[in-house]
């Protein structure tokens, strides 16, 4: 029998460690975000699939890295007058709207959305 756990690490606000006798029984591994262009193209292009061209898929990269930027040189704020945060996580949720709004619009304003 092969048990697999993918979780975010504990530490942060509301989350806890798993129990150090269930993390025994597990392999860590640390998968650090992608932040070359390159990786992050490959990405964008698989999630969105045949149905774009590069040069969208470049837009969205670079919009992606641009936002990342601005929040890392606190030119950027949440509602909270806090720093946001971006992640894959925020782009693959990104992306999850998008296929949804594929329903009901066009890709360029599915991707407006």
């Known amino acids: 029998i092969n048990a ?16 150090e006798s269930l993390r ?10 992608l932040e070359e262009k ?5 990405l ?5 699939g045949n149905n774009t061209t590069q040069q969208v898929v470049e837009k969205i990269v670079d919009f992606y890295l641009s ?12 509602g909270f007058k806090r720093r946001p945060h971006f992640s894959l996580r925020n782009l693959s ?10 329903e009901y619009h066009d890709q360029r304003r599915a991707l407006f959305d």
Do not use: H, Q, T, W
């Not at 936002?67 to 949440?78: C, M, P, Q, T, V």
């Open 4 to 19: 697999e756990y993918m979780g975010n690490p504990g530490g942060d606000i509301g989350k806890k460690e798993l129990p």
């Open 24 to 33: 025994r029984k597990f392999c860590e591994v640390f998968v650090p975000d």
């Open 38 to 42: 390159s990786d992050l193209m490959l």
């Open 44 to 48: 964008v292009g698989n999630i969105i």
């Open 67 to 78: 936002l990342r930027s601005a929040s890392e040189k606190f030119e950027i704020e949440d």
């Open 93 to 102: 949720r990104a992306f999850k709207s998008f296929k949804k709004a594929l």
